[in-house]
């Protein structure tokens, strides 16, 4: 079952080239998702009550026109391959008639208390998959070369103004730090965009940031106080 959820793209989402931030991109898909489960059930508050979570595993947005602030957005989703321990969700983003953005999104669900991951199937919901897969040219999945050298180019801290209810870094929050590190972002914008999530980064955590360029292509990766890898992005960006 496909949802589509409308927006006017707000003048505090986009980023200092006026267009719609990467973050706010994933943020856009989010919610529409949430609404899917306000207007089909069940309910992400009362999914929480049953000490129930979503957890994001990865993602890839492809961004193929930049739309900028009071633009009409339409987030069309649906999930596909739901079974076992997670499924995908596609997001496709129109405007003017035409696909400005897509998104992929392999999530799971875990028991709060445990952290344990749950079986999509123990959770019964409103709307039912499509078997439609959005294709994406930002790959799933990607590993840098073992012999890749990394730079290290700084830290950072987890605090309240990253956080989410589950009471670490909001997977929408990643983007917006990576691309801190890349100098010059004037005239330019986020093409492609891969993201694993390997470990949380919790509040109040530190951890730092590395990064190479592969064949144009900025990857980053994170490690975390403990020493345990935290996530892994690509990013390639084109010019406006």
Known sequence: ??????????????????????????????ETASQQHVAYGPLIPDLRKEGKAYILSRASVDVLNPVRAQKKLTAVTWLNNARGYGFTRFTEFISDGETVAKMSAYW????????????????????????????????????????????????????????????????TNYPAIFLSFIPDMVGRYVKHFSISYHHEARLNSPFKVFMINVDGAYVFKTILDCGLDGSEARIVLGEL
């Open 1 to 30: 079952m496909k949802f589509s959820y409308d927006y006017t793209v707000y003048d505090h989402d986009v980023d200092i080239n006026g267009v719609l931030s990467l973050s706010a991109i994933m943020r856009y898909a989010q």
């Open 108 to 171: 799971g669900m875990i028991d709060i208390s445990s952290r344990k991951p749950l079986r999509v199937e123990d959770t019964p919901l409103g709307f039912t998959p499509e078997n439609e897969v959005l294709e994406i040219i930002s790959p799933v999945r990607f590993r840098p070369s073992k012999d890749a050298v990394f730079t290290e180019l700084g830290s950072f801290k987890v605090t309240y103004r990253d956080c989410d209810e589950n009471i670490h870094l909001n997977n």
